[in-house]
Every structure is written in C-alpha cells, then in structure tokens.
C-alpha cells in the first residue's frame, strides 16, 4: 500500500516532555511538509524540506525541530518550547517544487496533559 | 510571504443547488492554486488545481477560475450532494529562493441538506 504513513494516530504527552511524530512516504517524492491544524485557522506550516539534508523553517516553526536524513522520512520533534502543542498534525509530501500534488498522511492528535 | 484568505467560513446549501468559496491571495508570483477537500476525521485529499497560465479549469460538477489581475480565484460546485459536505481549503504556492511552499486558506465547512 503506497503513500504516506504517520505514527501514532494518537498521542498524549506530559507538559514539559519532548515528542517525536514520525512520518514515512514510499512515493519517491522529493518534498515532504508539516502542518498544524487547530479549529479555524486552516493549516499552519511548520516546517519544510525540498531534499535530503535540507530543511526551511515555515510559519510558525518555534517550538518544533525536524530532520531529513533518508529521503523517506520527515520525524518532526515537538519540544516542550511550544507553547500550545495540542493540536492535530499534518505531514505532507509532493514529487517536486508543490507544483504537483501533495499528499497528505492521516495525521496525528497530540494531546498534553 | 504569502497570505491567503478564504470566504465564507460556513457554507450550507441544498441538495442540488451550487456552492461558491471564495479565495484571495497576495504574493502576485505565486502560480500554483489547489483546492483540498477534507471530511470528518480524514485527510485532506485534492480535488482540482488551477496554474497561473489558465483561466478556469473544469472537472465534472467541480470548477476552479483564477483571476490573476485581481489575485483570487474560486471553487464552484454544481448540483451539490450530500457526500460534497466537507472542509474545503484553498491554497496558493508562495516560492522562496529556490524552496517552494503551499499556504493555505483557514477554510470553508460545506454542510449540504437534503
């Protein structure tokens, strides 16, 4: 089954603990994305990465660290620098340069308690 | 950077009459502009996509026109259903240096009665 995987569907952190959100694609696509969706403020980049090794800060990328190293995967790490974590997370990748489609995995909630 | 913005931010219809969600943009580089369409508890999943060099793009009961002089562009959707009613996200591509990136819209939330 092709596409894009995210890992856990669920996840329940104490406040003051980093965490990590795993996302995985076997598309062979060059860029992978994280979003944050909250109620009513659509989707918020995060971070960006366009290949291997390299990475761009998005939007609101305080608070949060990634890494690129295989292709494949795109961990975003949330740390316990952000202010407000819970909120559902959103990783994305696309063929090339977002003029092609991006595809999104399922998402995971994270919730601090 | 890119800004988008969506309107309305609730839409309800009847079954069979159309549906219009409005979107602007304000980076007049950006040229990619995708619609996404998300239903309760899924992903996000595109539905049609316009690029800056065409006016109106077409697909079934789904349309998408640009106007680049004004910078916005909106989905319509004709004959509405009730498996139309979703989240629908507009989204435009800002392009930065060498790195591209998708901004989208805060959304619209299509409900479609019967």
């Known amino acids: 089954d092709g596409g894009i995987t995210q890992s856990p569907k669920y996840l329940f952190r104490k406040e003051g603990q980093n965490v990590t959100l795993s996302c995985e694609q076997n598309?062979?696509?060059?860029?992978m994305y994280w979003y944050r969706q909250d109620p009513g403020q659509g989707l918020r980049l995060i971070y960006y990465?366009?290949?291997?090794?390299?990475?761009q800060k998005g939007d609101i990328a305080e608070g949060y660290s990634v890494s690129r190293e295989k292709k494949e995967s795109f961990p975003l790490t949330v740390t316990s620098a952000q202010k407000n974590p819970t909120a559902f997370y959103l990783c994305?990748?696309?063929?090339?340069?977002?003029?092609?489609?991006?595809?999104f995995g399922q998402g995971t909630r994270l919730t601090v308690v | 950077g890119e800004n988008v913005e969506q309107h309305p931010s609730t839409l309800s219809v009847q079954e069979g009459d159309s549906a219009v969600i409005k979107c602007t943009y304000s980076?007049?580089?950006?040229?990619?502009f995708p619609w996404y369409k998300q239903e309760l508890g899924k992903r996000p999943q595109l539905i049609i996509d316009?690029?800056?060099?065409?006016g109106e793009k077409k697909d079934q009961r789904i349309a998408v026109t640009l106007n680049k002089t004004a910078k916005h562009f909106s989905l319509h959707i004709t004959e509405t259903q009730p498996e139309d009613s979703a989240v629908y996200f507009c989204?435009?591509?800002?392009?930065?240096?060498?790195?591209?990136?998708?901004?989208f819209g805060t959304g619209t939330r299509l409900q479609v009665t019967l």
């Open positions: 989204a435009a591509s800002d392009r930065t240096g060498t790195a591209s990136k998708l901004t």
């Open positions: 980076d007049s580089a950006s040229n990619y």
């Open positions: 990465s366009q290949i291997v090794n390299d990475f």
């Open positions: 994305a990748s696309s063929r090339d340069r977002v003029y092609t489609e991006a595809f």
């Open positions: 598309l062979n696509h060059d860029a």
């Open positions: 316009i690029r800056s060099n065409v």
